[in-house]
């Protein structure tokens, strides 16, 4: 039957996160003790507050369609959260909610890519970015950000891919996988290049909420009108609120895409979720202090796990700025254990330590693991004492 499948859904790569997935819960499903650390998801459940409004609107009979780009309300809150966190001013035109930050990238390339269209991805990213791009028909490029730039692309490099095709670049601040934060003056010279090759910025912030030490998000967006003009910020609730499963996310940018992305979702999902979107408004709206509970609770597991990392042999991370993210460096430790790559190495850890973690393939980059400490304390603290006593116990220089 595989003829009658669609030549784009065939050039699809499968994602290696949901492959180690299905084979931790096979091990688990066999009684075996695992640990999961490929979380992409706060472990806490949404505020009060938000799950009370979401409930009052479905008794008050907020069961029905919204407008395809999100109900007006909604979009106002978020114009307000662009203006006092970011200083960017948009209006309702300038605005696009949809089922997910997921599906409102998803919409955004559909919207903006012809065949053969280049969107420069700068590298590790985040598994979907170039999935969404070979669907809307258009090619990934691969920048390096290598472990010295603190997996950061440079103005140099991404001169050197532009060409008649490129259309677009994805900058995803801070990062999914490693938790990296490019500053401001980083940004702007990113975006003096764009600007002079007229490249659309799709500036990704979904983790904008999760800062630690002393970093501090930008938006590109933020910089001036002119990169305003030739930027859509991707955000939404999922990360920041604990709101995953709500599938609230949205898009702020130039209106004939947003024009055009609405098109879209109208003959698609007709609109997101509408009791969602009244849970959003009192995301926006209501106390913040869930917010800065959570992200403090993440920086205090951080700080407390890192030097466990980085002193587990052939391990080298740098400190991340934000997210939820530990990307270590593994490939020292893969080959002492006998492995020619870091993919069989985080196979046989999930077989023989029982600790599930993603390898660093799957975000472009292949001497790496991504961990999730969007877990408990405890839990990752006894899945980091697996992986030491596994990689001593296995490595032949023991």
């Known amino acids: 039957m595989s003829q009658l499948l669609a030549d784009r859904v065939k050039a699809l790569t499968p994602s290696s996160t949901l492959a180690i997935t299905a084979k931790a819960k096979e091990l688990k499903a066999q009684g075996k003790d695992v ?10 459940n949404t505020p009060n507050h938000i799950i009370e409004a979401a409930y009052e609107s479905m008794k008050a009979g907020e069961t029905k ?12 809150a ?63 490029v691969y920048i390096e950000g290598t472990e010295d730039q603190s997996y950061k692309i440079t103005p140099e490099q991404l001169e050197k891919v532009i060409n008649s095709k490129t259309k677009a670049i994805i900058i995803n601040s801070p990062s999914n996988p490693t938790g990296m934060i490019y500053s401001a003056e980083e940004l702007e010279a990113l975006a003096k290049v764009c600007l002079e090759n007229n490249i659309l910025i799709v500036s990704d912030e979904i983790y904008e909420k999760l800062i630690y030490g002393n970093a501090k998000h930008v938006s590109i967006a933020s910089i001036s009108d002119e990169i305003k003009e030739q930027t859509i910020v991707i955000n939404g609730v999922s990360k920041s609120h604990s709101m995953t499963g709500w599938r609230i996310g949205y898009a702020g940018g130039n209106k004939e895409i947003i024009k055009a992305m609405t098109n879209l979702a109208s003959h698609s999902t007709s609109n997101p979720t509408t009791t969602a979107q009244f849970g959003a408004i009192a995301a926006y709206t209501g106390t913040q202090e869930p917010v800065e509970e959570m992200r403090a609770a993440f920086e205090e597991r951080l700080n407390k796990v890192f030097e466990a990392l980085n002193a587990i042999p052939g391990f080298r991370c740098i400190k991340p700025q934000g997210a939820f993210y530990l990307f270590p460096n593994v490939k020292e430790a893969a080959e002492a254990c006998g492995f020619s790559t870091v993919d069989e190495f985080v196979t046989d850890l999930l077989e023989k ?46």
């Open 78 to 140: 978020i114009i307000n959260k662009f203006k006092e966190d970011q200083q960017i001013n948009y209006d309702a035109s300038e605005v696009f909610v949809g089922s997910g930050a997921k599906h409102v990238l998803y919409c955004l390339f559909q919207a903006v890519l012809n065949e053969e269209d280049e969107v420069i991805i700068p590298a590790p990213y985040w598994v979907s970015y170039p999935e969404q791009v070979k669907l809307a028909g258009g090619n990934p």
């Open 35 to 44: 640990i999961g650390l490929g979380a992409g998801e706060p472990d806490f």
């Open 65 to 76: 369609y919204t407008p395809a780009a999100g109900l007006l309300s909604l979009k106002n």
């Open 353 to 398: 330590a029982n600790v599930a973690v993603i390898p660093g393939s799957g975000f472009g980059v292949d001497d790496n693991i991504r961990l999730s400490y969007a877990t408990d304390l405890t839990s990752f603290e006894t899945a980091l004492d697996r992986i030491a006593q596994y990689v001593i116990e296995h490595s032949k220089r023991s």
